[in-house]
């Protein structure tokens, strides 16, 4: 995999799932349950993780694909009870968990992200 292509790929994730906080803070205020509130939780189902699963084994074993890998399930498990909390109807509990336990999450899988970038460059 080219450099170019590597960094293309984590650029769009960083935007990608900075997006999903904006979508679950909209569906909590609407109560919107649609289908794309049901992924939410499900790392396999963006563009990113679809990508991170057809890695090669040499790439998977990569200090910095690891820890992306590991964060970006937590990412998602974190948007994943989010969406639950708006499926119930929760909108106070969901927005609060957006503000903190969401937050985090993304934060980290940022964080991990740029680090991989910077050490493709290196």
């Given at each position: 995999m080219s450099d170019a292509h590597l960094n293309a790929q984590l650029s769009n994730a960083i935007g990608a799932h900075g997006a999903w906080k904006m979508r679950l803070r909209v569906a909590a205020m609407n109560g919107d349950t649609s289908e794309v509130m049901e992924r939410a939780g499900d790392c396999h189902a963006c563009d990113f993780g679809r990508w991170l699963d057809g890695l090669?084994?040499?790439?998977?074993?990569?200090?910095?694909?690891?820890?992306?890998?590991?964060?970006?399930?937590?990412?998602?498990?974190?948007?994943?009870?989010?969406?639950?909390?708006?499926?119930?109807?929760?909108?106070?509990?969901?927005?609060?968990?957006?503000?903190?336990?969401?937050?985090?999450?993304?934060?980290?899988?940022?964080?991990?992200?740029?680090?991989?970038?910077?050490?493709?460059?290196?």
């Open positions: 090669s084994a040499d790439m998977r074993t990569k200090p910095e694909a690891r820890e992306t890998i590991g964060l970006h399930e937590a990412f998602h498990k974190s948007a994943g009870r989010v969406a639950q909390m708006i499926a119930q109807g929760k909108k106070d509990a969901a927005l609060s968990m957006l503000d903190g336990e969401f937050n985090e999450a993304s934060s980290a899988l940022k964080t991990a992200v740029a680090k991989w970038k910077l050490a493709a460059t290196s």
